[in-house]
């Protein structure tokens, strides 16, 4: 247990979640409503989780326990002498100063940039340019899904292990190996992958382009 929970992944997890509150969130009671799920996800073993990471829902309870303790913490350091109110306002700009900085550890700067009109967002333009906007299920990589939730039933296409994709109407594949747990499947493995949809009777390919391909499912 012990190398589970000191291993600088969750070392880095615990630090830029308790840096989202200038860590006056951990000094009052109701940040222990957020412990058993800070608890669950550190000890996750698997050393790529997601929950070992503030990009993901997972945190979501934790910060929120966090946040909901900082005005008590605020109001104790603050006291009720003379100019606690000038005392609670600085205390509280440095917590909103210390959540803007964690901000800039969850969102890169590359992270950033692809909001913008990058190659990258243009060939997911294209790419889902393909999709009918009302396709009831479609399977694409994990960084295009946030543009596909009007759709009912979404998969990933990239991270195939334990759901593989079978049946579903659109599905967009990369190429390359996933990038969600690149080390799980081997390459021969990624290949096969492929290669079921591919040689599929059941699919055919409508659009190629920059290593993706569109794969539409025959009636």
Do not use: C
């Amino acid at each position: 247990a012990a190398s589970v929970l000191l291993a600088p992944i969750k070392l880095s997890y615990v630090w830029q979640i308790a840096r989202s509150s200038g860590f006056l969130g951990l000094a009052a009671l109701p940040a222990l409503a957020g412990a058993p799920y800070a608890g669950i996800n550190v000890l996750v073993t698997s050393p790529g989780a997601a929950t070992a990471s503030p990009l993901y829902h997972y945190s979501l309870l934790v910060v929120a326990a966090l946040y909901a303790a900082v005005p008590r913490t605020l109001a104790r350091l603050a006291g009720s002498g003379a100019g606690w109110r000038r005392r609670q306002f600085l205390l509280a700009a440095f917590v909103l100063a210390m959540s803007a900085s964690a901000a800039t550890l969850v969102f890169s700067g590359e992270t950033i940039r692809s909001l913008a009109g990058t190659p990258e967002v243009e060939l997911f333009d294209r790419l889902l340019s393909h999709i009918p906007e009302d396709a009831e299920s479609v399977a694409a990589p994990s960084r295009m899904l946030p543009r596909l939730t009007h759709h009912t039933r979404l998969y990933a296409s990239d991270r195939p292990q334990g759901h593989e994709p079978i049946g579903v109407q659109w599905i967009i594949l990369a190429e390359a190996p996933g990038t969600y747990h690149p080390g799980e499947w081997s390459a021969d493995q990624w290949a096969a992958y492929l290669d079921k949809f591919r040689s599929s009777p059941d699919y055919e390919q409508v659009y190629h382009d920059a290593g993706y391909r569109i794969l539409r499912r025959l009636e």
